[in-house]
């Protein structure tokens, strides 16, 4: 098992580059089995989760070829339509595959998706909307058979709750549906008007992409095309929230402002110098950071929940107390008590996290329990005087490419042993 051995204490210092989003070309990823032709993918991140949607297209006999940041995708009609147990199991976002197998085979099979462990993540918005658009669900030994005999049918879709996965997968299912179909109460993430912009560059016909109600007409076919995925605002956040705990001066580029604005704002509030200029962000932290009275995650454009462990986490050591209000996953908190082992004062009443500021953190032994909880890790690492260990890193490595070398490159001490 590999760890970060983190010498804390250090400022940041400098610029860093910041990679595609996960979000993005894990969606786009699974678009692509949609073309009659390739999928020239670029600014793809290196990450275990990209690796398992590989797999998944290897495993649909799929071919594709990945040379730094660029994968292609050489798309033909999938050889076979299940999503095995093992493969589902790896990664949330193998949900992904649901609408646009469906769409191409008229058929999928899979399991229940793994995934971080935030509380119950059914799929049941999923199921419905494609229900609605004509599908035929039936559940066999523990697996979910999708079939759509005679193709999908357009329809109007309202979603429960603006579900990102779901927006996604009823955009892929409805590209070549009969009709039109229109997604109410759709999420707004930038990750879906990638895709969307993804899917329109290859010949599907999606109109207001990025707002609350999504228009899908049917085509006949996908052609070939090429696309750049949009930067990851949640890598973002991440180092901006390591400058802000060790009260540093950096400046991230390839970025998109305008899709950070609801953390820069927040990062505004605990007297960090935000500067946005064109693709960049300059942050400049103050030498320690203001307490932050109220943050409520939402959905976009409100304050993301993959950011809120990372802010969490800078506001254990300002000075005096912070409120942080998780509205989007239930299991949220369960980093809270790794973060602890740093001696910071955090209480959970359900949603609720009560952050009393300490003048410093101590180094400590911890272990990652998820994604963005083992990010928030790093990022007290980073503060505390002396040597600190994290564990059980792979949580890391499903989002963040070469964590330890940025790091290194803004002046901070880290090794992966
Ligand atoms: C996506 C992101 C994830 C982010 C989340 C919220 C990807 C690969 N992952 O996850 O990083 O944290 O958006 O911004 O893009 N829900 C249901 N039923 C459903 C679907 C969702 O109850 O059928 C609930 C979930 O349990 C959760 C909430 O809705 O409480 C949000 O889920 P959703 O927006 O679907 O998130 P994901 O697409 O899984």
New binding site residues.
């Given amino acids: 098992m590999r760890n970060l051995i983190i010498n804390g204490g250090k400022q940041l210092n400098g610029t860093l580059k910041i990679h595609g989003a996960?979000?993005?070309v894990?969606?786009v990823i699974s678009a692509s089995i949609l073309l009659s032709g390739k999928s020239v993918l670029h600014n793809c991140p290196d990450l275990t989760?990209v690796t398992a949607a590989l797999e998944i297209l290897e495993c649909l006999g799929i071919k594709h070829k990945r040379s730094g940041s660029d994968i292609t995708v050489f798309s033909d009609v999938p050889e076979s339509f299940v999503i095995p147990d093992n493969l589902m199991r790896r990664?949330?976002?193998s949900?992904?595959f649901l609408g646009s197998i469906l769409a191409r085979c008229g058929r999928v099979t899979i399991s229940a998706?793994g995934?971080?462990m935030?509380?119950?993540?059914?799929?049941?918005?999923?199921?419905?909307a494609l229900k609605k658009l004509g599908a035929k669900v039936r559940e066999n030994r523990g697996m979910l058979e999708f079939s759509a005999k005679g193709g999908l049918k357009g329809t109007d879709i309202v979603l429960?709750?603006?579900?990102?996965?779901?927006?996604?997968n009823i955009i892929m299912a409805a590209v070549f549906a009969k009709g039109k179909t229109t997604v109410h109460n759709a999420?707004r993430?930038p990750?879906i008007k990638d895709l969307i912009d993804f899917l329109n560059s290859a010949g599907a016909k999606i109109s207001n992409g990025g707002t609350d109600t999504v228009d899908i007409e049917g085509v006949k076919e996908l052609h070939s095309t090429e696309h750049t995925v949009i930067p990851d605002r949640?890598e973002a956040a991440t180092y901006l929230t390591a400058a802000a705990i060790t009260g540093g001066n950096v400046k991230l580029i390839d970025v998109e402002p305008s899709n950070l604005s609801a953390v820069n704002d927040v990062l505004a509030k605990s007297g960090c110098e935000i500067l946005c200029t064109g693709n960049s962000v300059t942050i400049n932290a103050p030498a320690r950071l203001k307490p932050v009275k109220l943050i409520k995650t939402n959905?976009?454009p409100g304050f993301?929940?993959?950011a809120g462990p990372l802010i969490v986490s800078a506001l254990c050591t300002a000075g005096g107390t912070s409120v942080f209000c998780e509205n989007?996953?239930?299991n949220r908190y369960v980093f809270v008590d790794e973060l602890s082992r740093f001696g910071a004062d955090i209480n959970t009443y359900g949603k609720i996290a009560v952050i009393e500021g300490k003048k410093t953190l101590l180094s400590a032994h911890c272990q990652c329990t998820d994604?963005?909880g083992g990010a928030a890790l790093v990022i007290a690492a980073l503060k505390a005087e002396g040597e600190s260990t994290i564990g059980n890193i792979c949580h890391i490595k499903r989002?963040y490419q070469d964590i330890a070398e940025n790091l290194c490159r803004l002046g901070a001490d880290v090794k992966e042993i």
């Fill in positions: 996960k979000n993005s894990l969606p989760d990664m949330r976002s949900v992904m998706p995934g971080c935030l509380g119950p993540r059914p799929i049941d918005i999923h199921i419905a429960d709750f603006p579900s990102v996965g779901a927006t996604e999420a993430e990750e949640i959905v976009y993301p929940t993959d989007i996953f239930e994604l963005r989002g």
